[in-house]
């Protein structure tokens, strides 16, 4: 199915734009899911003329492209308009540019906006949108904003309040990109189509569940950013959080996103709140100091460029969280997270009791590992016995 749109991306000239949201878009338009009906409008504070904006997303893009001419025939969509998202001039400038590119596209005012920049501009910009008409109810509307939404319940309490003054909540999408990793979508597959482990999801077989990222890179040019942020906030509430949702939750009623939606929220609100004490006990976080790896060396966090020199902002949390749940009262789902660690890779371990053994010697437990990433599949260790005259038992 091929959509007509006009998108709209504020923050055009950035990271994420250029990273992400070009690759992602004319991976669309390759497969023919944007037909010839559609439009970007880019916006940021640089001056930048249309075509040196194509310049920019032909470069973005060149390696996925067949062709330099098909590069090219996909970046002709790209208009660009200058804007400084709290001068209300430029919102008219933008609505008349929007209204001209969905008649020349027949786009039938279909609109998407996507906020590609720090969340204390979303407010201004849905306002904005509201107040000069460029969302005017004709066609279909839609919010897109990436993480992090805001820095805690009440800031993100805000931010929610800001964004449905103009949008309703089915308009209003919160990305978390981790989300559409292959293996985090194939979670749904290994636990709603595999009857071997539909009845052993639950605390009378499981043990604990493990989830795991772990990067051997340090935070690179990030600091700026990393260091108002930390493990926890740019890992751990979103990804993390997700993650175990997906892990924990009871099987929907159908495969639609109502209903999974409402089977994540439950997971949320049976999260076991832990008590101060607890918190001490089973929630660590710490920071990479200087050291070598595999004999190569590397400088401490705090001595990371655009990183506070006395920085105490984490690059590492641990911890457990419990779901109160029928499904899984009792079993922790422990998580690490970490930049500069000597191992590298997503994955998470579902590590499943094991029965009384009848060996004379204490049973492996058995272990299903989702591999997330850079390694992407599953692996199930089942207890064999060792070839040889003996009868030992391994895992494998
Ligand atoms: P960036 O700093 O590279 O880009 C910010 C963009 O906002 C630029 O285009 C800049 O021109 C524009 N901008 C800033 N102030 C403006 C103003 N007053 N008026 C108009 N335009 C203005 O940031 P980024 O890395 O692209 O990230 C954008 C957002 O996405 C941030 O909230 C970030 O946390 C989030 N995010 C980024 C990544 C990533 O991989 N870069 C991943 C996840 C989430």
Redesign the pocket.
Known sequence: MSSKVIVTI????????K??LYPSLFRLYKSGNLSEHFAVIG????PWSKEYFESVVVESILDLADSTEQAQEFANHFYYQS????DTEHYIALRQLQVELNDKYQAEHNKLFFL????Q?FGTIAKHLKSENIVDGKGFERLIV???FGTDYATASKLNDELLATFDEEQIFRID?YLGKEMIQSIFAVRFANLIFENVWNKDFIDNVQITFAERLGVEERGG?YDQSGALRDMVQNHTLQLLSLLAMDKPASFTKDEIRAEKIKVFKNLYHPTDEELKEHFIRGQYRSGKIDGMKYISYRSEPNVNPESTTETFASGAFFVDSDRFRGVPFFFRTGKRLTEKGTHVNIVFKQMDSIFGEPLAPNILTIYIQPTEGFSLSLNGKQVGEEFNLAPN
Do not use: I, Q, W
């Open positions: 504020f923050g055009a000239s950035g990271d994420l734009a990273r992400k916006t940021a504070r640089r804007h400084d998202v709290n590609s920049m720090a969340p501009f990436e993480k992090p990109h950013y």
